[in-house]
């Protein structure tokens, strides 16, 4: 098992008064540096009750009002190593330090270590993940293979060539790596450890992959803050980093709850470039305070339920509502429409239902659909659709 860092060995004292410290000081700094804080914050010494939160649907409009990350940056833009767009479409920044987004520690606990070969199998392009996990990876001293997405039979060759010891990416690439190798006789890939993130983690497909070599650990986080929680090697809930505070909250008014009940994920992280402080992630989640036979002392969110709202995540991207509208404007012949997420094994499958008058072309909705939210759905053609009918529908089953 990997050897445990001091600050994950602090007592339950020790972690809140650590917290508090920083926490302070974030407050204080986002309070005179990032003006869309200030206007949330009462104070530069308030409490973090105090603080208002800020949602994910707020923030798309919030960035639309003030472009491009809606006042909510903590530094100089020159202090910006990179910028992306997340889905949503949100506009999310990177600041200078190595490991920005603190998936290092989250990587450590599931047994990366120095001198692996390790395949990143997540986008580079546009969206920010494959950064995250590269510059972590290389914190820890890995030997990264950017290898993105796609291109299944090239990935294969790039595993077996470099001999990779390590995975990151989503669980449903992974298995569809595996069958592309066994599809060229070249199953017995050398993955020791496969740190996934970005989808639900059924049981049954946990128990597959593991079945065909490595041990594989989960992480959470949000393009925005970035880790929020990990395995350990235990795989008895996800820690939450001494460097973020993670609470639950009844979605509808705020109000903290108790340990094991089920709210949104409220989330703050001990970052100044982008101090969005207790940011509503629209997650769904448990939290429990037991300790974890691994030895670390923290909460750990014991699993995540569903989504707040209308949004759902498809092949580790979160396709929101308003985004297929703004598509389906450029279409006049459809008047209704509706997206259906199910589930084939391990594959997220998105079906666009439109009920659409004369001719359509069903390609172009799809190509602009892909453009728009990074994931290309199959487009059915419906009779009618019954009023009040949900845009979003995940027929998705996590067992």
């Keep these: 098992m990997a050897l445990l860092t001091e600050p994950e060995r602090l007592t339950a004292t020790e972690r809140g ?30 409490p973090l009750d105090a603080i208002r939160i800020t949602r994910k ?32 479409p949100l506009f999310d920044p990177q600041g200078l330090a190595p490991d920005y987004w603190r998936w290092a520690g989250p990587l450590r606990a599931a047994g990366f270590e ?59 690439a992974l298995r569809i790596l595996y069958e592309k190798a066994a ?9 020791r450890r496969a740190f ?11 128990r597959e992959l593991q079945d065909l070599g490595p041990t ?36 509808r008014t705020g109000e903290a709850l108790p340990s094991g009940a089920v709210g949104e994920v409220v989330a703050t992280v001990n970052e100044r470039t982008y101090p969005i402080i207790r940011f509503g992630t629209g997650d769904l989640a448990l939290l429990t ?49 509706q997206m259906v997420v199910t589930r084939d094994g391990a594959r997220d499958l998105l079906t666009l239902r439109v009920v659409a008058a004369g001719e359509l072309d069903a390609t172009r909705l799809a190509q602009n659909v892909q453009d728009v939210i990074k994931v290309r759905p199959d487009v059915e053609r419906a009779d009618a659709l019954a009023d009040g009918a949900p845009k979003m529908r995940d027929l998705r089953t996590w067992e």
């Design 196 to 206: 996934v993130a970005g989808e639900m983690l059924p049981s049954s497909l946990r």
């Design 114 to 172: 120095a001198g692996m070969v390790v395949h990143c199998a997540v986008s580079y392009h546009g969206t920010p993940l494959g950064w995250m996990f590269d510059g972590a990876l290389r914190e820890l001293g890995c030997t990264v293979i950017p290898a993105g997405t796609g291109n299944t039979e090239l990935q294969v060759q790039m595993l077996r060539g470099l001999a990779a010891t390590g995975y990151v990416g989503t669980p449903s």
């Design 216 to 251: 594989v650990c989960q992480g959470y986080g949000t393009a925005d803050l970035g880790a929020l929680g990990y395995e350990c090697l235990e795989r008895e809930g996800m820690h939450v980093p001494t460097d973020a505070v993670v609470e639950i909250v009844d979605p």
């Design 183 to 191: 599809e060229l006789g070249a199953r017995d890939l050398a993955l």
């Design 289 to 337: 305070e037991e300790p974890c036979p691994c030895g670390r002392t923290g909460e750990r969110i014991v699993r995540i339920v569903g989504r707040v709202g209308d949004a759902v995540k498809v092949r580790g991207m979160f396709v929101h509502p308003r985004q297929v509208d703004e598509v389906i404007a450029r279409f006049p012949e459809v008047s209704r429409w």
């Design 17 to 46: 008064e650590y917290r508090e410290r920083w926490l302070r000081a974030l407050v204080a700094h986002a309070y005179d540096h990032a003006p869309a804080m200030r206007e949330r914050i009462p104070s530069r010494d308030a």
């Design 57 to 88: 649907d707020e923030l798309i409009d919030l960035q639309r009002a003030a472009p491009p990350f809606g006042g909510f940056l903590g530094v100089p833009p020159a202090d910006v190593a990179r910028a992306f767009l997340s889905p949503g």
